[in-house]
């Protein structure tokens, strides 16, 4: 953990999140703290009050990110595509939240979600987790494959941040946290839509983080990258591949969704004011990208 100089009363979340059982899953990283809005809060409780929205939210990863940041007091808007309506009802059912679907790639997307936030007194975070694959070599893919992944993988989250920034939906020490992947940073093989997008993702919290950096209302954003996770997605990847996605890092194990649910929450506290532009992966320490 690198502290700035004068940023030392933003360390307090960080050392909390990397001295518990939350961060199992985050190894060998660089984590930046600078200087940053310092608040107070009830550590039993520390998303207690605030209103987050997480895109995806109906399984998988999203569904754990919802899971958390409620455990943690938040009050979580749970939005995916309609049709998954069923799932997101019954997600945000458990944890007391509410539903909204919404196509996140479609031109009103940015509003419906004002529309919801304004509602609860606007958002105190958005966390950017859906996303899809669409598989296949560079030499045989069509163009709706990559234009598909990319859209819903990178430009979604460019229009809808643009939109809330531009239109005052975030609340004073908003975080937006967003998900990518080691595959943004390691590329992989097949997946050259894929990782692109999520390089991409990389990219644009740099350049907003750098915008950020000069609004006197104490926003943040980060991401966060994780490795190999146990969710639908990577159950169907051929057994063989499977297992030694699995192996390639120091814990010779994959993730759990709750192990990027627990490292989005840490970024989403109104105490994490430090973290700015960061890119943690959820990895196990994994090989690739090393």
């Known amino acids: 953990i690198y502290v700035n100089e004068g940023a030392e009363d933003n360390l307090d979340s960080t050392v909390r999140f990397f001295t518990s059982a939350r961060s199992a899953y985050v190894s060998g990283q660089v984590v930046r703290v600078s200087e940053g809005n310092t608040?107070?809060?009830?550590?039993?409780?520390?998303?207690g009050g605030k209103t987050m929205l997480v895109t995806g939210a109906s399984r998988g990863?999203?569904?754990?990110?919802?899971?958390?940041?409620?455990?943690?007091?938040?009050?979580?808007?749970?939005l995916d595509v309609p049709q998954q309506q069923a799932d997101l009802q019954k997600v945000a059912s458990e944890i007391s939240g509410s539903v909204l679907t919404v196509?996140?790639?479609?031109?009103?997307?940015?509003?419906?979600?004002?529309?919801?936030?304004?509602?609860?007194?606007?958002?105190?975070?958005?966390?950017?987790?859906?996303?899809?694959t669409r598989d296949k070599t560079l030499a045989k893919m069509d163009e709706q494959k990559w234009d598909m992944v990319i859209?819903?993988?990178?430009?979604?989250?460019?229009?809808?941040?643009?939109?809330?920034?531009?239109?005052?939906?975030?609340?004073?020490?908003?975080?937006?946290?967003?998900?990518?992947?080691?595959?943004?940073?390691?590329g992989n093989m097949g997946q050259t839509n894929y990782a692109t997008s999520k390089a991409g993702v990389i990219g644009l919290?740099?350049?907003t983080a750098k915008q950020l950096d000069n609004n006197d209302k104490g926003m943040t954003i980060n991401a966060v990258a994780p490795g190999f996770i146990e969710t639908q997605m990577t159950e169907a990847i051929p057994f063989a591949i499977r297992e030694?996605?699995?192996?390639?890092?120091?814990?010779?194990?994959?993730?759990?969704?709750?192990?990027v649910a627990e490292t989005i929450a840490w970024f989403?506290?109104?105490?994490?004011?430090?973290?700015?532009?960061?890119?943690?992966?959820?990895?196990?320490?994994?090989?690739?990208?090393?």
């Open 39 to 47: 608040v107070d809060i009830d550590w039993t409780q520390p998303l």
């Open 103 to 132: 196509d996140i790639t479609s031109e009103d997307a940015g509003k419906e979600i004002a529309t919801a936030a304004q509602k609860r007194g606007g958002l105190d975070a958005v966390i950017h987790n859906a996303g899809v």
């Open 61 to 78: 990863i999203g569904e754990a990110i919802a899971r958390v940041l409620a455990r943690e007091g938040a009050h979580v808007i749970c």
């Open 151 to 186: 859209n819903i993988n990178l430009g979604s989250i460019a229009r809808i941040n643009r939109y809330l920034l531009d239109n005052e939906v975030l609340n004073e020490d908003a975080r937006i946290v967003c998900v990518s992947s080691i595959s943004g940073i390691a």
């Open 205 to 207: 919290v740099n350049s």
């Open 268 to 290: 989403a506290s109104p105490a994490s004011g430090g973290l700015n532009g960061n890119t943690v992966r959820v990895c196990g320490q994994s090989l690739l990208g090393a």
């Open 244 to 259: 030694a996605g699995r192996r390639m890092n120091s814990m010779s194990q994959g993730g759990l969704p709750v192990d």
